[in-house]
């Protein structure tokens, strides 16, 4: 009775699989685990895999998940040595129309083929590689391409001449989706091959498919370049890879350089300190100057990376001058993404190279119209500071810092906020008082609510910063002060500010200075206002002793709670005398 109580949930399961409503079937997929588990290693061979080897004709999403499902289904079917039979299902799956079920099949191959026993491999998965790359149809050709490298080293020398000659064949596919899949895999390939195999069989196609008409085959030789500049000497890349890489970064199709300019900083490395000096820099200095914005972009995000691989003088001489030309740049993508790595130049440069050559560059483009431009820039100001000093940055950059406070953009006003106080810590306190202590004031009075809320936390860790004593004089009269403000929405700012700021301020200042104003601003006219009070006296509560509690703030909010007609208000008293309690 028990087996049959076993049996009839995985019928059911199994049912489902044929059910015509998709979410059932694909609920059944992901249980296949589970079915597996309780059927068995031999029922699973013998039922399972036959029966799912039948469904790959359905929904691209539950193939997509069976292909995922199949890829964790060594330990189900009996361990490595029996891992074979799910090859089957899988080879089906790796040949139908969508790519993505395509490559997520291949995936799980590559995964199964791992764990299985050499000789499984040779008996079973080199058969099934050769079926795929010689399939009438491309879709089964493009999956092979994935496969042939993570067999290799489980072969012999006779099946690895085999798999180079199948993959030669894929490389010279009619078909440019073949040929594209072949380049795409081609340095996970070389990466398994002896050198002398690498230079002699697999290079020339290599260069073949480096010249490829199509653009989409062409664009992924560079991701080669790296690939297999990584594994030739010096000599070898100058006479092999350096010269694919001057055509791609000279190719007619902006998709190929632009690759180039993705992949500059992983080919200088690949291709060595002398081939970059020698040749990479002058094409880089091409794709600065790209005619395509795509292009430049592509390469001005790369800038502090070429800079940081090349001597400082030569990135002087030779990428300087792009880079003033891109703070120009007629393209606004352009120029964001040289504002979003600039300031990375000042540690690579040295304080009297920043000083003179970069510091008029930043200043240029904190003035920038496109506000992620100026963002940009905001959020790296500390590397700047760590190379040039306060001094200097308050010479230079502050005044436009100050600038940017006020900036119709509110992000950007929000950025220097939320930079403002590692700015106080490095400035001093008599610095920031006179430079920048009104900005601070002046933004709890800003039009929109998240700027003031900013500015509210901002207060908390400025006197984290300068202390309790320096709050007291400096900012807390002046806080309190906007509750007679005629905008109810700044005399919540008040309340808020009381809020935030009590945890660091102290009991003696929370019941000397903040509690008086917050217990008056009960009797305003504005249900929000009040309501508010009662929150704050909630936050308050924690912080201050009992007596004052009973005899300030519990009459306080039994007034609200009794005499307000207001439900919010009643709901938020309610609230802050059960916290009482």
């Known amino acids: 009775m028990e087996g049959g109580e076993d049996i009839y949930p995985i019928q059911l399961l199994i049912d489902e699989l044929k059910n015509e409503d998709i979410q059932l079937r694909l609920n059944s997929i992901r249980r296949l685990g589970t079915i597996a588990k309780a059927l068995g290693p031999e029922r699973t061979r013998k039922e399972l895999i036959p029966f799912l080897n039948e469904s790959v004709d359905d929904e691209d ?3 997509l998940a069976l292909s995922e499902e199949l890829g964790n289904f060594v330990e189900y079917v009996g361990g490595p040595e029996h891992a074979s039979c799910i090859l089957q299902p ?10 993505v079920v395509r490559d997520k099949a291949v995936e799980s191959l590559r995964k199964i083929v791992e764990s299985l026993p050499s000789e499984q491999v040779t008996e079973n998965f080199v058969p099934l590689v050769k079926r795929l790359a010689t399939g009438d149809w491309f879709t089964s050709r493009t999956s092979a391409c994935g496969l042939f490298s993570v067999a290799y080293s489980k072969i012999s020398d006779q099946l690895k001449a085999d798999f180079r000659s199948l993959f030669n064949q894929l490389c010279r596919d009619d078909t440019p989706m073949v040929r594209r899949a072949a380049s795409s ?7 398994q091959m002896q050198k002398d195999q690498l230079k002699a069989e697999l290079i020339p196609i290599f260069i073949t498919l480096s010249q490829d008409e199509q ?5 992924l030789a560079v991701e080669n370049c790296v690939a297999i500049g990584s594994m030739l000497t010096q000599e070898e890349n100058t006479t092999l890879v350096l010269p694919i890489v001057r055509n791609c970064a000279a190719d007619k199709s902006w998709r190929v350089r632009y690759m180039v300019a993705e992949h500059f900083c992983e080919l200088c490395e690949s291709l060595g300190a002398d081939i970059t000096k020698a040749e990479l820099v002058n094409a880089f200095v091409r794709l600065l100057k790209d005619t395509e914005a795509e292009v430049r972009t592509a390469a001005a995000f790369k800038v502090t990376g070429v800079c940081g691989l090349i ?3 030569m990135a002087i001489k030779q990428i300087l001058p792009c880079i003033k030309e891109l703070a120009t740049d007629p393209s606004q993508h352009v120029r964001a993404a040289l504002a979003s790595v600039i300031m990375g130049l000042a540690p690579i440069f040295g304080k009297e190279n920043t000083r003179t050559h970069l510091i008029d560059l930043f200043l240029q483009l904190l003035k920038d119209d496109f506000p992620d431009v100026r963002l940009f820039l905001i959020s790296k100001l500390d590397a700047v500071n760590k190379v040039i000093g306060i001094e200097l940055l308050s010479q230079s950059l502050l005044p436009a810092i100050v600038e940017l406070a ?4 509110w992000r950007v006003r929000l950025a220097i906020i939320e930079y403002i106080p590692l700015l106080a810590s490095q400035l001093g306190v008599e610095f920031f008082d006179e430079k920048l202590g009104n900005l601070c004031l002046t933004w709890l009075g800003d039009c929109v609510y998240s700027i003031r809320e900013a500015a509210t936390n901002n207060l908390k860790k400025l006197t984290e910063v300068f202390g309790v004593e320096w709050a007291q004089s400096n900012l807390i009269p002046k806080v309190l002060a906007l509750y007679t403000h005629p905008n109810y929405l700044y ?6 500010a009381i809020s935030v700021l009590a945890s660091v301020v102290g009991p003696e200042v929370i019941t000397n200075t903040m509690l008086p104003l917050v217990l008056r601003m009960a009797k305003d006219p504005i249900p929000n206002i009040k309501f508010n009070v009662a929150k704050t006296l909630q936050t308050l509560i924690p912080l201050i002793d009992s007596s004052t509690i009973q005899t300030k703030i519990k009459p306080c909010l039994s007034d609200l709670l009794d005499q307000d007609s207001d439900r919010d208000v009643k709901f938020y008293a309610h609230q802050a005398l059960n916290s009482i309690a």
């Open 311 to 313: 001597p400082p003088e």
């Open 491 to 496: 005399r919540m700012t008040t309340l808020y």
């Open 215 to 219: 653009d989409s085959v062409r664009l």
């Open 61 to 63: 999403e539950v193939l």
């Open 406 to 409: 006020e900036d119709r953009q």
């Open 185 to 191: 895999n081609l340095g996970n390939f070389a990466k």
């Open 90 to 99: 899988l080879e089906n799956l790796t040949a139908v129309e969508e790519a």
